[in-house]
């Protein structure tokens, strides 16, 4: 050793982590659009989870691919670095209400307004639940009372859509409700014969 020393120094600096705000937790159905993920503080982030979907430099959930439950995102920032933090965002995807009407109908167009009670759900003997009516071609109320004299003849599309109160997703079924014209009642017989002799009516009669 030749006694000679040397020294040399740098200089490093702390700084406290910086936490991002991944937003307030999130109700979706799951048949809701896509929709874009943004933080409440320090954008430029990475999102992961199910049902996260990357285009370019945005982020977005689409519950469709997530599929129901309770499902919980990340949120990251300086991934990767010393400096990495992240923040989680819940999410409840709920799924569709179950709705049945049907099935179809068919009646005459001389025959009295109908009304439609095979639905569900119901509030019991066919009763409209607040959150729930009926719409379709021709003329129809919300609350399914269907009038065939109101309608030319022909096939009607009916629906009745739901909305659960809880959740507020909503869905709907279809039947369809068939009006038939009435026949044509048209007998022909000639008009002049001899007594005693018989004759058959010819029937041109048509209809459905």
């Not at 709920?94 to 095979?118: A, E, F, K, M």
């Not at 959150?131 to 599309?157: K, V």
């Not at 659960?164 to 068939?178: A, H, V």
Request: glycine share 8%.
């Amino acid at each position: 050793m030749n006694g000679c020393v040397n020294s040399d120094q740098t200089n490093v600096t702390t700084v406290e982590p910086i936490f991002p705000n991944a937003g307030t937790d999130k109700l979706a159905c799951i048949s809701d659009t896509a929709f874009v993920l943004i933080s409440l503080t320090q954008p430029g982030g990475k999102w992961s989870g199910a049902g996260v979907i990357q285009n370019a430099s945005d982020y977005y959930f689409s519950p469709s691919n997530s599929g129901a439950g309770n499902l919980v995102l990340t949120y990251t920032i300086h991934e990767g670095t010393t400096c990495e933090t992240r923040d989680q965002l819940s999410i409840t995807v709920n799924d569709l209400p179950v709705v049945r009407l049907g099935p179809d109908l068919s009646t005459c167009i001389d025959t009295t307004c109908v009304q439609i009670s095979d639905f569900s759900p119901n509030n019991g003997a066919g009763i409209i639940p607040a959150t729930a009516y009926f719409l379709g071609e021709g003329q129809i109320s919300s609350n399914g009372l269907i009038c065939p004299a109101s309608n030319l003849p022909g096939d009607y599309s009916i629906y009745y859509q739901y909305t659960e109160p809880t959740t507020g997703c909503s869905n709907l079924d279809s039947m369809i409700f068939r009006v038939h014209p009435l026949p044509v009642a048209n007998f022909a017989i000639d008009s002049v014969f001899c007594i005693n002799t018989s004759r058959e009516a010819l029937n041109l009669s048509r209809g459905d």
